[in-house]
Each structure stands twice: as structure tokens, then as C-alpha cells.
């Protein structure tokens, strides 16, 4: 395949997904990890992508339903009841790891006013606590994932690996059998590492997360000590849960 024909289809591939794996591109498009990169820069030069460890981030605009905004206005009661129910297991003191997304966002929210430490690379949980005179804050630094409103990337799980949290609450774009998943190898990059550091892990997901399969696989469900969900969770995923050892908190 030449080079042009090459770029074209990645153009594709940039108009439908966030995050483009230089290595999974490679084998998709039949091309060296060599070529895929000479590709990716001269994306870049045309102001479509920009090059980030291990492939590119889309710069085009697109209508798909993908922004924080977005994110925050879907399924907001049950949210709330998620966030009010996943503070409420929390204890004064204490370190938090805070991973990015709207129902994390929610959890910031209800510990407003309480004394943590938290960590984050989330911009909008950084705003919710920035003039908090009771939460000491950390951002991790890293590279800004457009509109999603997160820091990742290398300096972002450099800096992870320096520090250690009593719980971390994480966020997740999907839940199976298989375990956990989200959207896109960069960011599970960073949540892999929030994990590691991490003595209680702590996932909030409303119940359209269940049976949802999103690209990158994260880890499996017998790493997670606590799901906080919405009562909507369908009967199986309970089964399921129990026989993973996670205990399950329905809000």
C-alpha cells in the first residue's frame, strides 16, 4: 500500500476514535511501525494529529458524543447517587488518587468541605478543590488529552510512581467478565499505574458500563476491591461480582 493510500485511511480512523495505537495501526493497515510513524508526522504537519507516546491524538472536530460536558449530563441522578454513595466510604485523612471523568468529578464534589489529600490528573476535580482550604491538592502533570479535560502520558505516570494513596477512585469506560476497560491505551496507561500505587481501589461506573467492552483492557475484576453503582445493575453482573470477591455498593 503507498504511502498516500496509507494516510487516507488513517484520516478515517482519526474522524472516529480520540487515541490512534502507532502499533495497532501498524497491523491493521499491513505497514511497518516505521512507516506508520512517517505517516503519523506528516499528520501531524497537516494539523490532523498530534504525536504522543505510542501514536497520536486526533485534533479534528467532530459532533460524536465525547467531551466532559457531554459525559457529565449523562445519566446525572444516577451519578449523584454514586458520588454521595462512594464518599460516604471514605474517611477523614485520608490519600486519594482521583482518575478523570464525570462520575469521579461527582465524588469530588460530595468530599467538598473534608480533610484529604488528594491526587489527580483530572482539570476539572483540580477546579472543584483549587480554593479548598481543607483538601491539599496534587496534580500529576502530563500531557492535556483534548476535551476530555485529563493529563497523561509519560510525565503523568512518571510522577505516579513517586507517590502512594490509601484509595483510589477510578473511573472506566466498560465493565465484563473479562474486567475492566476504557477507550484508549493512554489512558489506561496512566490508570494502570494509579493502580499500582493504590492500596483500595474504589470504581464508580453507572450501570450502562456493564457489559460494555471499550477498546484497551485495563485489568481484570479481581483487582478492584469496591464497585459503586446504580440500581439499575443487571442481576448477573451481581453473580458475577460476588464471585470475584468485589463487594458491590448499590446507590
Not at 27 to 51: K, N, P
Not at 83 to 89: D, I, R, S, V
Not at 124 to 148: C, H, M, N, W
Not at 203 to 230: C, N, P, W, Y
Request: overall charge neutral; charged content about 25%; proline content about 2%.
Amino acid at each position: 500500500m503507498r504511502a498516500v493510500e496509507r494516510q487516507i485511511k488513517i484520516q478515517n480512523i482519526v474522524r472516529t476514535k480520540e487515541f490512534i495505537d502507532a502499533v495497532e495501526l501498524a497491523a491493521t493497515l499491513r505497514a511497518s511501525e516505521s512507516s506508520i510513524r512517517r505517516d503519523l508526522m506528516e499528520l501531524e504537519q497537516q494539523g490532523l494529529v498530534r504525536r504522543v507516546r505510542g501514536g497520536a491524538v486526533s485534533l479534528q472536530v467532530r459532533e460524536e458524543p465525547l467531551s466532559m460536558a457531554w459525559a457529565a449530563n449523562r445519566a446525572r441522578e444516577e451519578k449523584l447517587r454514586i458520588g454521595k454513595a462512594a464518599a460516604a466510604l471514605l474517611e477523614e485523612g485520608q490519600t486519594l488518587i482521583m482518575d478523570g471523568g464525570s462520575t469521579v468529578a461527582e465524588v469530588a464534589r460530595q468530599l467538598q468541605g473534608h480533610s484529604l489529600q488528594v491526587i489527580t490528573n483530572s482539570i476539572a476535580i483540580g477546579q472543584i478543590f483549587y480554593d479548598s482550604k481543607s483538601v491539599e491538592l496534587t496534580l500529576t502533570g502530563g500531557y492535556l488529552y483534548p476535551r476530555l479535560g485529563v493529563l497523561l502520558g509519560p510525565i503523568c505516570e512518571e510522577m505516579l510512581t513517586r507517590v502512594a494513596a490509601d484509595v483510589l477512585i477510578l473511573g472506566i469506560g466498560g465493565i465484563t467478565e473479562a474486567g475492566l476497560s476504557n477507550t484508549n491505551t493512554l489512558v489506561v496507561g496512566s490508570q494502570r499505574k494509579m493502580i499500582e500505587v493504590s492500596r483500595r481501589i474504589v470504581v464508580v461506573a453507572d450501570h450502562s458500563k456493564f457489559g460494555r467492552q471499550t477498546m484497551a483492557h485495563l485489568t481484570t475484576l479481581e483487582t478492584v476491591d469496591t464497585i459503586v453503582t446504580d440500581q439499575e445493575l443487571p442481576p448477573r453482573f451481581e453473580k458475577l461480582l460476588e464471585k470475584c470477591g468485589v463487594e458491590l455498593v448499590l446507590a
